[in-house]
């Protein structure tokens, strides 16, 4: 079983790079058709090899989506609020350090989660049990906090008008029938093409993207980043509903006002850690918050203590070869981003996300395209944080569990 | 932080989680059923290979007679599951060895079709 093991991480890594430099391609998606295609799969290998290049691909995914997030500003659920920091040093040349830094919250996060996989195993159905009635409360006192944290009674205002903006936006878009893929366009216009288009506007050109070794981040900032991470990743895995979006926000409450690096890192870390814990909730809670560990629980049926250890470790050697190959990837976009004319390449991007909505979401993603870049613009134009067009994702969720 | 800091502890981990993945591949995987095998070990899991030689269905149990050298038969519980089988398919069982009446047979833990 070891050598098929080690031949589905690698194949699930290269997977992972593929699902993350793509924009719209899911690994919920690749996840889905592997399982259709688990009858055939299993005359050649077995059901934990199969289970295991889901698990690497989707570490790896967690990974390596920030490129896309960085260098093209297309974000997914979980690099939306990472895009505007990671925009802003790729606008002074540092892309490769808004990457390396999510890189450290990922494989950092990853390790402190399956450290502390013991006690989480003990602490899950303990904490599930006592919030799983509150989560609604929890994320409206969040967005209360959000508005209320903007500076002047003007800018309050204008942020509960973005917030009711896009929480009835995302109210509406949830609720329109057969729509493939609704944060697809959804995401990508309010912090994807409304970022891209303000570059167009302000004529901004690329500098010379340099590859620095070092980061400096003091010791306190990265472990109140990790902690956050890890205690914010794990609310996506225990609750229903919220997601790597909404995790982030309250991960941004919490930790209050924190430097752009150390932000990138708490980011970078929510995914990963939200996808590994998944593994030990289908162990204490038999639950999966995961489309790909959903399909994991549906190749299983349900898993041990032993499988679960061998899944740790699957996501733990994943999680390093990720950290290498996002690293390499991220050092090819930043070289080639030195060659080409950044107009030219939003210009590009801008279509390319417009024919991919158009592609997964039809012409009515176009037209929610269109709508969530307005909004998107909004926030800029009234000078308050964009986070508060996360109220997109967050409304729905209240109301579904408070009402 | 610098970058071969990073990778090093990249590589760390990835050697951790391969000592660890090959010691648990080990004690986990099932033991590949033989007839011999299925006297021997009660009370382990296993799997079994094999086509499906005949199916008695009593509503909340049915057992599966699978082909081998001499027929084994497959206890699954089946309140709740959907899994529809047919004489002659092709199937993977994992399951547990157990003693029943004085004859071995594996209670399916998981059985799955293969084409």
Same mark, same amino acid.
């Given at each position: 079983?070891?050598p ?63 490129i ?15 895009? &505007?920091?990671a925009h802003?040093?790729? &606008?002074?040349?540092?892309?490769h350090?808004?990457?390396? &830094? ?17 006690l ?5 159905p ?20 959000m508005?209320?944290?903007e ?5 309050k ?9 896009s929480?009835?936006?995302? &109210? ?14 959804? @995401?990508s216009?309010?912090?994807?093409v ?6 167009l ?54 930790v209050?006002?924190?430097d ?9 870390g ?14 204490? $809670? ?8 959903i ?21 733990l ?7 290498? @190959? ?12 030195n ?11 801008? $279509? ?7 592609y ?28 508060n ?15 | ?31 590949d ?10 009370? *382990? /899991? ?9 199916? /008695? /269905? ?6 599966i ?23 002659? /398919? ?14 071995? *047979? ?10």
């Amino acid at each position: 079983m070891f050598p098929e093991i080690l031949v589905a991480i690698i194949l699930g890594c290269v997977m992972g790079v593929i699902t993350g430099l793509t924009p719209g391609l899911h690994i919920n998606l690749v996840a889905l058709i592997l399982f259709s295609l688990s009858p055939v799969l299993l005359g050649y290998t077995n059901v934990v090899a199969v289970a295991s290049f889901i698990i690497a691909m989707s570490i790896t995914h967690t990974f390596t989506d920030f490129i896309s997030a960085t260098y093209l500003g297309a974000p997914a659920d979980d690099t939306a609020l990472a895009v &505007l920091p990671a925009h802003r040093l790729l &606008l002074d040349g540092r892309g490769h350090e808004a990457v390396k &830094l999510t890189v450290i919250g990922s494989l950092l996060c990853l390790i402190l989660t399956i450290a502390l996989s013991p006690l989480l195993i003990f602490i899950v159905p303990i904490i599930f049990e006592y919030l799983k009635n509150y989560v609604g409360w929890i994320l409206l006192a969040v967005i209360i906090f959000m508005i209320l944290r903007e500076e002047g009674i003007d800018k309050k205002f204008w942020a509960l008008i973005v917030v009711a903006l896009s929480g009835s936006f995302g &109210l509406i878009v949830f609720n329109i029938p057969n729509l493939k893929d609704p944060l697809l366009p959804m @995401l990508s216009g309010l912090f994807g093409v409304s970022v891209l288009l303000l570059s167009l506007s302000q004529r901004v050109t690329l500098p010379m993207q340099r590859a620095t070794e070092m980061i400096k981040i003091k010791t306190k900032n990265m472990a109140k980043a990790l902690g956050s991470g890890v205690f914010s990743g794990s609310l996506v895995s225990i609750f229903p509903g919220v997601g790597p979006a909404q995790a982030a926000v309250l991960a941004g409450q919490i930790v209050g006002k924190i430097d752009t690096f150390s932000y990138l890192i708490l980011v970078g870390g929510i995914n990963t850690v939200s996808m590994v814990l998944s593994l030990i909730t289908l162990l204490t $809670i038999q639950k999966a918050r995961n489309g790909s560990i959903i399909v994991v629980q549906q190749l299983l049926q349900s898993i041990s203590t032993g499988m679960l250890i061998l899944f740790l470790a699957v996501a733990l050697i994943a999680g390093g070869i990720a950290t290498f @190959l996002t690293l390499y990837v991220s050092k090819i976009f930043s070289r080639v981003m030195n060659k080409i004319n950044y107009s030219l390449l939003s210009i590009a991007i801008i $279509i390319f996300i417009a024919l991919m909505v158009f592609y997964f979401s039809g012409i009515i993603g176009i037209l929610i395209l269109l709508v969530s870049v307005s909004i998107g613009l909004v926030p800029n134009i009234i000078n308050v944080s964009r986070a508060n067009a996360m109220a997109c994702l967050i409304v729905p969720v209240i109301l579904v569990n408070v009402l | 932080m610098k970058e071969t800091t990073l990778l090093k502890i990249a590589l760390i981990c990835s050697l951790v989680g391969l000592a660890v993945l090959y010691f648990i591949s080990t004690k986990i995987e099932p033991t590949d059923f033989s007839a011999s095998g299925l006297s021997q070990n009660v009370g *382990e /899991d296993v799997r079994l290979k094999g086509l499906v030689k005949n199916i /008695d /269905d009593k509503g909340s149990v049915v057992f599966i007679e699978v082909e081998q050298q001499s027929p084994v038969t497959v206890v699954l519980f089946a309140e709740g599951s959907e899994l529809k089988l047919n004489s002659g /398919d092709n199937i993977e069982v994992f399951g547990k060895v157990q003693e029943y009446k004085g004859k071995n *047979e594996i209670v399916a833990q998981k059985i799955m079709v293969i084409r």
